[in-house]
């Protein structure tokens, strides 16, 4: 499945990425930016951004299960991850709180 038509980048080039990538020692977190470098490909207009983190997350789900790659790397980057998602979290409630606040002043 293509994933990204900008850079031509599949499924399957994301999963053969991952393998390397996370075999790493201090494996960094496996973003759509660090797979693409892997890959030697660019993101251009990021539109895939939101799938490619999903299949990333689906694949490293896959290879841990196969025993493909170490459960601690996995646990890392999930537990990296879900603190940047609370982190993006917490700036969208403070983002919206700004919009909020400044409604009044607009009236
Ligand atoms: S679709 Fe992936 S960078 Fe455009």
Known sequence: MIVCS??????????????????????PLPTPGVVW???Q???????????AVHIIYEKLEALEAKGLVCPCACANAKDRKRRSDERSAAKARLEG???????????
């Open 6 to 27: 900008c850079a031509r980048v599949t499924d399957h080039d994301i999963e053969l990425a991952l393998l390397e990538i996370m075999i790493e020692e201090n494996a």
């Open 37 to 39: 470098r892997h890959l």
């Open 41 to 51: 490909k660019r993101l251009d207009c990021c539109g895939c951004a939101p799938l």
């Open 97 to 107: 709180d700004v919009v909020t606040s400044k409604d009044p002043c607009e009236a």
